[in-house]
């Protein structure tokens, strides 16, 4: 789509030049070539704003391009274990743990698992994946305070570093919205193939208003034309200092964990201590690897 209008901006200008110029050429008298120029420079400015505007304002339901490939990841993760997520944790735990609930078990690397409300809980953090739904009537009404703090944070001194503006373009998606979109999908795409890149309601992170899209000004929005940006390749190596994590990887092998295709564009809050450790040092590591969970609509909870 960039380069489309890229090719636009310059080749309508140079096409009108090259007729007026011919149409002076055959003009007897004086010839007026500044005019033209002056005409095709204007045009050209008026198309890159237009240019700007439908980059900068594609709809936060974008199509993700459905044609990505990812790669096998052979670097070696490192082993997490049961007391690596507990030295900050506080911070997030007032954020999103509310007290009580079921335990309903423990997973194989050892991380409590329960349920309080509705929701699921692993070692203190919300989970939301193809395994672990959020109830319908979950609905925080928008990205909550501490995430939008953090993520404003962090596009502050993006903008410093790679001169350029970024923003949330999808936070919180209610379960109805993410109904409309997902069966939306799937009359287009079939539900294979929708599966694939678009959760079902009410199995969204979106719903959980910890998690949101990137876009960037001038810059393809929510599909996989973001990820070889300056930009995008800022966040995946600064994210995590926020407390973001990139939920999605790249990989084989973190695709088949998370149950979705590489989002390069999708970040999900889970405080600085966690996002540090599933960063590991630039070679992402899935939630579900780290705490041992599976991500399947045929999968059950843990204890259930």
Request: with cysteine; glycine share 8%.
């Amino acid at each position: 789509m960039e380069l489309i209008l890229n090719i636009l901006c310059a080749l309508i200008p140079l096409i009108y030049l090259v007729i007026f110029v011919a149409k002076e050429n055959r003009r007897k008298g004086k010839k007026h070539y500044i005019y033209g120029l002056v005409v095709a420079a204007v045009l050209f400015l008026i198309l890159f704003v237009i240019r700007l505007i439908a980059l900068t304002f594609i709809s936060n339901e974008s199509t993700p391009d459905n044609t990505t490939t990812t790669t096998t990841s052979t670097t070696t993760t490192v082993e997490p274990t049961k007391e690596s997520t507990t030295t900050k944790k506080s911070d997030y735990e007032r954020l999103t743990t509310p007290a009580g609930g079921e335990t309903l078990g423990t997973t194989p690397k050892g991380y409590e698992v329960k349920k309080i409300d509705g929701l699921y809980y692993v070692d203190g953090y919300l989970i939301a994946n193809k395994t672990y739904s959020l109830p319908k009537s979950y609905n925080p009404g928008k990205l909550k305070a501490e995430v939008e703090t953090a993520a404003n944070k962090m596009f502050a001194d993006a903008q410093k570093e790679v001169n350029n503006n970024m923003w949330a373009q999808s936070g919180f998606r209610s379960y109805s919205t993410q109904e409309s979109i997902y069966n939306r999908y799937v009359s287009r795409d079939g539900q294979k193939e929708a599966d694939t890149y678009s959760a079902r309601p009410g199995y969204s992170e979106h719903q959980s208003g910890l998690a949101f899209d990137v876009c960037a000004t001038g810059k393809s929005c929510i599909d996989n034309g973001f990820d070889n940006t300056k930009e995008a390749k800022w966040l995946s190596e600064n994210a995590y200092k926020y407390g973001f994590i990139l939920r999605y990887p790249k990989g084989t092998d973190k695709v088949a964990q998370t149950g979705y295709m590489y989002e390069s564009w999708h970040f999900r809050y889970v405080g600085e201590d966690l996002a540090e450790k599933l960063y590991n040092n630039g070679d992402w590591i899935t939630m579900e690897e780290y705490f041992g969970l599976t991500s399947s609509y045929d999968e059950k909870p843990i204890g259930e």
